[in-house]
């Protein structure tokens, strides 16, 4: 490869301070010459998320209070990467030890095919690793990752299946749905994610949510109306 292949889209929203660690991470990346730019799309964050990024060399787009969802963000993001790759990652995400390695490996070997992380909470409650757990178990049996377990995946791929959709909610369960199981691989690599939603919502009363939610949007329901259940 004459450049490094891949670029990185991070949503935010008040982010701060996981995505200070987020960024700092990726460092790494770039000097081993697979980042070719980060692209952090902001919806309207109040904290200091923005100027962090600016800060930290990557490019900031602002897609403002609109209520579109992060499946506008993802969508814009990719629009202005310059990467033959794309890197889907939750500002609040942290790759771990063995991510680049991963993601090279993958980018060389399976072009056809997007990838996603094991996920793991910043927490070691047993609460958060039961979720983990069937987190996990669900992206391997079902082919159904969420967005915070990132989605590598080529310019090409992401493509042909129609890329991001710009709805208000479920946009990752859309992506991974039009590429389907086969299409889906698991990268040998963690991404440690914030727990703080469900310390904050409750460790049994968010999944729960999370899955009627994901029920619904299977079931044909609109990601607006689903969205108006989430608030």
Sequence with gaps: MTSAPLSIVIPTLNAMPRLADCLATLVAGLGAGLIRDVVVVDAGSDDQSPALALDMGCRVIQVGHNGRGRGQQLAAGAKAAKGDWLLFLHGDSVPLEGWIA???????????QAAYFQLGFDDQAPSALRIA????????????????????????????????????????????????????????????????RYRKGGWWFVPLRNLTLLVAFLCGVSPERIKSWYR
Excluded at 102 to 112: E, F, L, Q, V
Excluded at 139 to 154: T, V, W
Aim: a positive charge; one cysteine or more; charged letters at 20%.
């Design 133 to 196: 757990f069937w987190a996990n178990w669900r992206a391997r049996l079902f082919g159904l990752p969420y967005g915070d377990q990132g989605l590598l995946i080529s310019r090409a791929l992401y493509e042909a299946v129609g890329g991001f959709r710009p709805i208000a909610l479920m946009e990752d369960v859309d992506l991974v749905g039009k590429l389907g199981k086969s299409r889906l691989r698991f990268l040998p690599a963690a991404v440690e994610t914030s727990a703080e």
């Design 102 to 112: 991963a993601c090279k490996s993958h980018i060389a070997a399976a072009p056809h």
